[in-house]
Nanobody
Framework: QVQLVESGGGLVQAGGSLSLSCAAS????????MGWFRQAPGKEREFVSV???????YYADSVKGRFTISRDKAKNTVYLQMNSLKIEDTAVYYC?????????????????????WGQGTQVTVSS
């Protein structure tokens, strides 16, 4: 059974940084496409970033230049480094993985494109 466990959320002031981690187990992590999504209160879950099995990355325009996704295959972990945080980045952040392989990683921006989800970690950015 696939399990994804996020960690690293918390409270930070605007302009600050946080680093999220997502530890994966139960699947062949090295070949999995991994994504980060977020959901603010009253809003739909939205795409943040994706990393392919080869390390190719793609970002939502709202976070481009501020967030960096990476993965450590030896640790079965994907990371999201978030810099220059804004109040509008406040949300629950979710890690997701996709069961099947896709070459078009940059098209995997919908929640339905992913098969497994973590429980989420809260990120709150204050003024």
């Amino acid at each position: 059974q696939v399990q994804l466990v996020e960690s690293g959320g918390g409270l930070v002031q605007a302009g600050g940084s946080l680093s999220l981690s997502c530890a994966a187990s139960g699947q062949i992590f090295s070949s999995a496409t991994m994504g980060w999504f977020r959901q603010a209160p009253g809003k739909e879950r939205e795409f943040v970033s994706v990393i392919s099995r080869n390390g190719d990355t793609y970002y939502a325009d709202s976070v481009k230049g501020r967030f960096t996704i990476s993965r450590d295959k030896a640790k079965n972990t994907v990371y999201l480094q978030m810099n220059s945080l804004k109040i509008e980045d406040t949300a629950v952040y979710y890690c997701a993985s996709r069961r099947s392989i896709s070459s078009f990683y940059f098209q995997l921006v919908r929640p339905v494109d992913y098969d497994y989800w973590g429980q989420g970690t809260q990120v709150t950015v204050s003024s």
